[in-house]
């Protein structure tokens, strides 16, 4: 399942939107509540980070694997004379 940067986004300003207004609900303070999305924002990055990284390292083992198993000795064409 591939992953969108654009999917991302949108769902990363959605639940920081959430997180912005049950913050606010529950504090009553909108520095509290900006406080508590830009740290939503930043853990969700850290994670599409992390994702992206894995995606990228298990591609790579995958391509390797690939690679040897299907690889064969050069064919060798004889010259004319």
Known sequence: MPMYFPQFLMGMFATSFITAIWAELETGSVWKAIGWS???MI???V???GLVVRLIYKRQGTEA???SANSTPPVHR???R
């Open 65 to 67: 694997d690939l690679v």
């Open 78 to 80: 004889a010259r004319p």
């Open 47 to 49: 994670g599409y980070v």
């Open 38 to 40: 830009i740290l939503a």
């Open 43 to 45: 853990i969700l990055q």
